[in-house]
């Protein structure tokens, strides 16, 4: 069956420390990938996504990610982290042709120390 | 101008009654999703519509009922509420084609009490 894991449900950094949460894929072929954040009493936004090419992608905010194909992961990264990142991110994944329903993690919470 | 807007924002109720919940687009995409969120931050499909047709319906008690009146909204209606349908709502949509992201709305809160 096709998942999305986040091994992390809770990550805690020190503001200005650098940050990476992990994710795991389990399909097929390989996924459209995306990261989305979720601020508290927010929806979801979405951070960046990878469909192919270039293995690292930029997205909003200074977060970066890195898919790699040999580990079945995209992990999020960023080098320094403020305290407004405190949120819940959400990895998410697409099958190539599919319904186009998004298969999500279960999601970390970061928590961001002064 | 929001792209995906739900209302309401919160929603309280008690047990038994029926609501619903409102999503439009103005991003002009054919297929539009509801999503649950429990009480653990676990997001699962419920529902895909795909130019008011529906091509996705998950493990949904038929209390649930979307509707569809354009492609441009996806209303979900919830008859006789239960304890457990307290979550987090979701409204999301894509274009049909092409690869992109799903943009989400804010969420509607449900509370049954």
């Known amino acids: 069956a096709q998942s999305v894991t986040q091994p992390d449900i809770h990550i805690t950094v020190s503001e200005g420390a650098s940050l990476e949460l992990r994710c795991n894929y389990s399909?097929?072929?390989?996924?459209?990938l995306f990261w989305y954040v979720q601020s508290p009493g927010q929806g979801l936004q979405l951070l960046l996504k990878?469909?192919?090419?270039?293995?690292l992608v930029q997205g909003i905010k200074g977060f970066e990610a890195e898919f790699k194909r040999s580990q079945s992961s995209f992990n999020l990264r960023k080098p320094s982290v403020h305290w407004s990142d405190a949120a819940e991110y959400f990895c998410?994944?697409?099958?190539?042709?599919?319904?186009?329903?998004?298969?999500f993690g279960s999601g970390t919470q970061l928590t961001v120390l002064p | 101008d929001t792209a995906v807007s739900q209302t309401p924002k919160y929603l309280v109720t008690q047990m038994g009654n029926d609501k619903s919940i409102k999503c439009e687009q103005n991003?002009?995409?054919?297929?539009m999703y509801w999503y649950k969120q429990d009480s653990k931050k676990f997001l699962k499909i419920m529902f895909s519509?795909?130019?008011?047709?529906?091509?996705i319906n998950e493990t949904v008690p038929n209390r649930f009922s979307p509707k569809s009146p354009d492609k441009a909204h996806l209303n979900l209606h919830i008859n006789s509420l239960e304890l457990g349908d307290s979550a987090v709502y979701f409204c999301?949509?894509?274009?049909?084609?092409?690869?992109?992201?799903?943009?989400f709305g804010q969420g509607t809160r449900l509370t049954v009490v």
């Open positions: 999301a949509s894509s274009p049909r084609g092409g690869n992109t992201e799903a943009f």
């Open positions: 399909y097929g072929a390989t996924p459209y």
């Open positions: 990878y469909f192919s090419g270039d293995t």
């Open positions: 998410a994944a697409l099958r190539k042709g599919s319904a186009r329903q998004l298969t």
């Open positions: 991003l002009g995409h054919d297929t």
């Open positions: 519509y795909n130019n008011k047709e529906l091509i």
